[in-house]
């Protein structure tokens, strides 16, 4: 029997796992700036490269938009790996689904730039898209692995701002608690996610800094009147315990969070196109954000 997607993609993960212990991300951006360069969309979605507020981003078009308003992406990377080609392939599927707007935020990277850098890009981004007379109501905001962690920050930082929130937020294997361990498991193996990457990464964007800060490590935030938010993570990835605390924990203070496991699934796996299970879980965002958006009226 001849291995299907899945089988050929997971094989493939120990490659991708192998290559964040001994590449530094200092020659990880040197090879995707050039291959974000060359990254060409299907006909009908269109890239255009924008300042915001002074932070560089990538607007993302579909051909037809049928949604008033504006998706944020927040990428992931440790916090110190930039955009993508995948993430870009993934964000103008979910854009092209929907029929939206989408923003990526090309936010500053530890370790030259740690907390609060990144952070602090996001929420000036967002009071970017309000400046430019979006409606707080029509604005959505997504975001992967580290891009997760921040799109849980920039909501607290954003109430604590007393800025007007989004309508919903997505988080796709969020990076919730930066404690050291606090995503170790004795005698367990990610999938993608070696431990000692994972130590660097945190250590980068830590910094000096208290991992217990909750604009850090949101599992010890107050989730107290934060919008509708949509969580999904891997089985077997090493990030699901902790998601799964916050998810409770957010629950118990009140948040409307929708929390589902992906059997047998790894960190970030709808970053891989041809998988299945990347396009149910796409297909579950678009029903999820535009529900919401239709219900604030979308105008």
């Not at 949101?218 to 949509?230: C, E, I, S, V």
């Amino acid at each position: 029997m001849k291995p299907g997607i899945e089988d050929k993609i997971r094989k493939g993960l120990a490659v991708t796992r192998l290559f964040q212990t001994i590449v530094p991300p200092s020659l990880s951006n040197s090879l995707l700036k050039v291959a974000m360069k060359r990254f060409h969309f299907a006909e009908g979605t269109s890239r255009e490269s924008i300042l915001a507020n002074g932070i560089p981003c990538e607007w993302i078009k579909p051909q037809e938009i049928s949604l008033k308003g504006v998706m944020i992406y927040i990428h992931g990377g440790g916090f110190v790996v930039g955009l993508t080609p995948n993430h870009f392939q993934m964000v103008a599927n979910l854009a092209g689904k929907m029929g939206i707007r989408t923003l990526m935020i090309d936010y500053r990277l530890a370790p030259k730039y740690p907390f609060p850098a990144a952070l602090e890009d996001c929420v000036s981004v967002y009071k970017w898209v309000l400046a430019q007379g979006v409606l707080a109501k029509n604005i959505i905001i997504a975001g992967d692995s580290a891009g997760g962690n921040l799109t849980i920050t920039s909501l607290m930082k954003i109430r604590e701002l007393n800025i007007p929130l989004p309508v919903a937020a997505v988080c796709l294997s969020p990076v919730v608690d930066l404690n050291p361990n606090a995503n170790h498991k004795e005698g367990y193996r990610d999938p993608l996610l070696p431990p000692k990457a994972m130590q660097f990464y945190t250590a980068s964007y830590v910094g000096n800094n208290d991992t217990k800060n909750p604009l850090i490590s949101p599992l010890y935030g107050d989730f107290a009147g934060l919008p509708p938010m949509l969580i999904h993570i891997g089985e077997d990835e090493v990030l699901r315990d902790n998601a799964e605390k916050l998810s409770l924990l957010a629950k118990e203070a009140g948040a409307n969070v929708t929390y589902k496991i992906y059997p047998k699934m790894w960190h970030v796996w709808q970053l891989y196109s041809k998988l299945p299970q990347a396009s149910q879980s796409l297909d579950e965002i678009v029903d999820f954000f535009v529900s919401h958006l239709l219900q604030k009226g979308n105008d």
